[in-house]
């Protein structure tokens, strides 16, 4: 069965700093994979997702993912963080196109000014 | 975009009622929608798949009998807690997938319904 797991649940950065969430998920095969966002009082938004072809995705917002077959990986990354990227991220994984998607237990992003 | 909505946003109720949340996909057709229930601080729990027009597919755990899912068109998914008691309340999520296509396996996620059993 395939999991998630993402090791931070806690992070904390300073404005304009750069940041990166870590994803490991398990599974045999290629799987579908995805990272939403959930703001306090929101519902959760896709940043980006990765079914196949080039390993680095970019999403909304500024965010970008790579699919690391070799670490089971698919961390997000964004350049400069901004006050209000402060949420919950969700790294999320699907077996198939068509399987249900399991989420990770989530980082929670603060943002210092 | 592709717009799912939630009604109610919150609600509270008496232990031993029954409470029904609707979900809604808007603007498509969701030939399957899914429940999650997420407690604070928590990552969301996926209780069931929902397909149109055949029983919903329960997780291990999850009482069929007590988390009722009826979904009966495209458009349309609702879930009823029966009997509902204080370790109920908590934040339920739907989502409804797009009917094929490559964006197949994305889901749209409602606002989330805050249940309060008193």
């Known amino acids: 069965a395939q999991s998630v797991t993402q090791p931070d649940i806690h992070i904390t950065v300073s404005e304009g700093a750069s940041l990166e969430l870590r994803c490991n998920y398990s599974y045999g095969a290629t799987p579908y994979l995805f990272w939403y966002v959930q703001s306090p009082g929101q519902g959760l938004q896709l940043l980006l997702k990765?079914?196949?072809?080039?390993?680095l995705v970019q999403g909304i917002k500024g965010f970008e993912a790579e699919f690391k077959r070799s670490q089971s990986s698919f961390n997000l990354r964004k350049p400069s963080v901004h006050w209000s990227d402060a949420a919950e991220y969700f790294c999320a994984v699907g077996a198939t196109s068509y399987d249900k998607v399991i989420f990770g237990p989530g980082t929670s992003l603060s943002v210092i000014p | 975009g592709a717009v799912v909505s939630q009604h109610p946003s919150w609600v509270i109720c008496k232990s031993g009622t029954s409470v029904k949340i609707e979900c809604r996909s808007l603007d498509f057709q969701a030939t399957t929608m899914f429940w999650y229930r997420q407690f604070p601080k928590q990552s969301l729990m996926l209780m069931a798949t929902s397909n149109e027009g055949s029983k919903a597919t329960y997780e291990q755990g999850v009482e069929k009998d007590k988390f009722l899912i009826n979904h009966a068109s495209l458009t349309l998914s609702t879930l009823t807690v029966t009997s509902a008691h204080p370790e109920d309340s908590s934040f339920y999520i739907c989502s409804a997938r797009l009917a094929g296509g490559l964006a197949a396996n994305e889901q749209f996620f409602g606002p989330g319904t805050r249940l309060t059993v008193l």
């Open positions: 990765y079914f196949s072809g080039d390993t």
